[in-house]
Structures are given as structure tokens and as C-alpha cells.
């Protein structure tokens, strides 16, 4: 199994104590980043994690930033991406049952460790009973284009190397 998994910046410490886990359970990870401290741009990270998903070059995604919300809204925004944003084991349960959910957000402010690694394992553990294809083929229609490339945020990037985005 192989997972790819991003993070805001506030949570990089968490992102890294996540994949020592995931290592340990000898689970194969690619870390889309960030790897530091300094001030960035999430969603960046969150699309880096969802395209790795839809293109299936890894099995899943984890997403982490401060509340879970914005690197969840990030990732979601990717075509073929179904993220939950995770805050307990039975939701974890029925969105992979149910919903063949491929990422799963938290907020690293929020969740605990433990408790995020226990709905990980969920999350890696349930399989989807195939009930909601259909659903599931109208939710991931929503997107009409793929939008896949990195240079979707080049803008973006530009602002930030500026200062734009200084408080």
C-alpha cells in the first residue's frame, strides 16, 4: 500500500509523526510536502496529495492543516477526489463503505494523534461496498475538467514570492 500525504505548514510536525507511523506499519508514503515551518500556501499541497490519488499512483490520501477545512477544500477541488474530513472512527467507517472516499483530511490543531491514526487504519481498512457507483460517478461529474497540472497555483505562487500575502 501506498499513501500520499500533504499538510499546511502549523502542522508539519504532525504530517511527520503520521508518516513514522505509516512507516512503521509498512506502509509506503510519499510526502507531497510541506516540509517546514514556513508560511505557505496549502491548497498546493492539498492538490499535490489529490492528483498523486486520481491518478493512481499512490492507494489514498491524507491531507492535514489546522482545522482540516482549507487543505480539505483544496484537495476536494481536484476532479475524482472524495475527501472526508475526518473528526471520528464511524464517519471514517461509512465514508469509505459508502462513499469510496480517497483522501482523508484532519485538523492537526483539533484531533489528537491517536485518534487520527486509529481512523487512518480505518480508512486504509474498510472497503467500499460498491452500493453507489452511480452516486459516486454524478459526485466526481460535478468537476468538469481535470485539472491536474501543477501550474494551476503559478499565480498563486507568484503573489506569495512577492509579499502579497503578507500580513
Given at each position: 500500500m501506498?499513501i500520499?500525504i500533504?499538510?499546511?505548514h502549523?502542522v508539519t510536525?504532525i504530517?511527520?509523526?503520521?508518516?513514522?507511523?505509516l512507516k512503521?506499519?509498512?506502509i509506503e508514503v510519499?510526502?507531497?510536502g510541506?516540509?517546514?515551518?514556513?508560511?505557505?500556501?496549502?491548497?498546493?499541497?492539498?492538490?499535490k496529495?489529490?492528483?498523486?490519488?486520481?491518478?493512481?499512483?499512490v492507494?489514498f490520501?491524507i491531507v492535514?492543516?489546522?482545522?482540516?477545512?482549507?487543505?480539505?477544500?483544496g484537495a476536494?477541488?481536484t476532479?475524482g477526489?472524495?475527501?472526508l474530513?475526518?473528526?471520528?472512527?464511524?464517519?471514517?467507517?461509512?465514508?469509505?463503505?459508502n462513499?469510496?472516499?480517497?483522501?482523508?483530511g484532519?485538523?492537526?490543531r483539533?484531533?489528537?494523534?491517536?485518534l487520527?491514526?486509529e481512523?487512518?487504519?480505518?480508512?486504509?481498512?474498510?472497503?467500499?461496498?460498491g452500493?453507489n457507483?452511480q452516486?459516486?460517478n454524478?459526485i466526481?461529474s460535478?468537476?468538469?475538467?481535470?485539472?491536474?497540472?501543477?501550474?494551476?497555483?503559478d499565480?498563486e505562487?507568484k503573489?506569495?514570492?512577492?509579499g502579497?500575502?503578507?500580513e
Amino acid at each position: 500500500m501506498k499513501i500520499a500525504i500533504g499538510c499546511d505548514h502549523i502542522v508539519t510536525d504532525i504530517k511527520d509523526k503520521v508518516i513514522e507511523m505509516l512507516k512503521r506499519d509498512g506502509i509506503e508514503v510519499l510526502d507531497c510536502g510541506t516540509y517546514d515551518f514556513e508560511r505557505t500556501h496549502y491548497p498546493i499541497y492539498g492538490h499535490k496529495v489529490a492528483v498523486n490519488v486520481v491518478e493512481k499512483n499512490v492507494d489514498f490520501g491524507i491531507v492535514i492543516c489546522g482545522t482540516g477545512v482549507g487543505i480539505s477544500n483544496g484537495a476536494q477541488k481536484t476532479k475524482g477526489a472524495r475527501v472526508l474530513l475526518a473528526k471520528d472512527v464511524l464517519t471514517v467507517e461509512d465514508a469509505r463503505k459508502n462513499y469510496d472516499a480517497n483522501i482523508i483530511g484532519f485538523g492537526g490543531r483539533i484531533v489528537g494523534l491517536g485518534l487520527m491514526y486509529e481512523m487512518i487504519e480505518t480508512f486504509i481498512n474498510t472497503k467500499y461496498e460498491g452500493k453507489n457507483d452511480q452516486l459516486i460517478n454524478q459526485i466526481d461529474s460535478l468537476i468538469k475538467n481535470k485539472n491536474y497540472s501543477d501550474s494551476i497555483f503559478d499565480e498563486e505562487n507568484k503573489k506569495w514570492d512577492s509579499g502579497f500575502y503578507d500580513e
